[in-house]
């Protein structure tokens, strides 16, 4: 089968990083997603890696590793603007087509004072 | 304005009537795809698109209609609607990478 699995909520501090995990089970798998979504907004990409190891983009930085079917997101210098919905996305779903993409039911991030 | 838009953003109707949902994007992006979202089940692909006139089903597709008779345009009609279908539905386009996201319609159906 198809799933996509990560936890529910989270709350971090202020200025702490703070570690979402994802793990997935897709057929035809062809790289992870992530993306950010605020409340009541669309969902807006942060990273893709296509292969294992670390993707760093400022702030944020994005892990995968194929064999074990697991990825990770690291928020660093957190923010009260970081409080969102966190939507771990596998690519290749539906038999491997591209572009088709699995979404985990996201990760919500509280950001505490 | 460049991008992807939505319409209506908002949208109230009642069992059995059909309802249509745009979807708009000016990058001439080749893929296209609607979407809904509850809470529970996150993002659940509903029709995606290749490119103009090439539609396939995704993961919930009954009770759906969609067309892409233009590459830019991609409106999904909801024949007839229950109650079951009240969710956020967003559209997205790609070119073979990440996919943007409209802003999302949020449809409830009484």
């Known amino acids: 089968g198809q799933n996509i699995d990560q936890p529910t909520e989270m709350t971090a501090t202020e200025g702490a990083i703070v570690q979402i995990n994802c793990t997935y089970q897709?057929?035809?798998?062809?790289?992870l997603f992530w993306y950010q979504q605020h409340a009541g907004e669309a969902p807006t990409f942060l990273s893709y890696n296509v292969l294992d190891g670390l993707e760093e983009k400022g702030r944020f930085s994005s892990f995968l590793s194929r064999s074990k079917g697991y990825s990770y997101l690291l928020l660093k210098e957190l923010q009260m603007k970081d409080s969102a919905s966190y939507l771990c996305a596998a690519g290749g779903g539906y038999g491997g087509a591209t572009n088709k993409l699995i979404f985990g039911t996201g990760t919500l991030l509280a950001v505490q004072p | 304005d460049a991008g992807i838009t939505q319409s209506p953003r908002y949208k109230i109707t009642e069992t059995g009537r059909q309802v249509t949902l745009m979807c708009h994007q000016t990058w001439s992006h080749s893929y296209m795809f609607w979407y809904r979202q509850d809470l529970g089940h996150g993002l659940r692909l509903i029709y995606y698109s290749a490119a103009a006139d090439i539609t396939d089903k995704g993961e919930v597709p009954d009770g759906y209609v969609v067309s892409r008779s233009k590459t830019e345009n991609f409106p999904l009609t909801l024949e007839s609607a229950t109650r079951s279908q009240t969710s956020v539905y967003f559209c997205a386009s790609s070119e073979g990478g990440e996919q943007f996201f409209g802003p999302g319609t949020r449809l409830t159906v009484l």
């Open positions: 897709t057929s035809g798998f062809n790289g």
